[in-house]
């Protein structure tokens, strides 16, 4: 088991920022693959970003280029969501996910934390 834990969520104007965290307590997570999702109230759980064991590889869906960045620091442990220009449609639950692979994927996920939510007011 790998006992992620998100932090940093809560309530943001339209177009603000803010810094998603995941870390795991007593697990290191340089061998895996990490990934963010979200999910909407009464929509499926969706891909955001992802990034390889050494940060070299990263994926974004489409709707997130260019305004969030997925980053990770193995010394802390610690994998980011940097997450700008907020707009209300980014409301949702964001998960942190590790992926037992060095292949950088969406989907086939090992490992889920328990979600931090993020709220975008218009």
């Known amino acids: 088991q790998v006992p992620l834990v998100e932090s940093g969520g809560g309530l943001v104007q339209a177009g603000g920022s803010l810094r998603l965290s995941c870390s795991a307590s007593?697990?290191?997570?340089?061998?895996?693959?990490m990934g963010w999702f979200r999910q909407a109230p009464g929509k499926e759980r969706e891909f955001v970003a992802a990034?390889?064991?050494?940060?070299?590889?990263?994926d974004y869906a489409d709707s997130m280029k260019g305004r969030f960045t997925i980053s990770r620091d193995n010394a802390k442990n610690t994998v980011y969501l940097q997450m700008n220009s907020l707009k209300p449609g980014d409301t949702a639950v964001y998960y942190c996910?590790?992926?037992?692979?060095?292949?950088?994927?969406?989907?086939?996920?090992?490992?889920w934390g328990q979600g931090t939510q993020v709220t975008v007011s218009s």
């Open positions: 007593g697990r290191t997570l340089i061998y895996y693959t």
């Open positions: 996910a590790a992926r037992l692979s060095h292949i950088v994927a969406r989907s086939f996920y090992d490992y």
């Open positions: 990034i390889s064991w050494n940060g070299d590889t990263t």
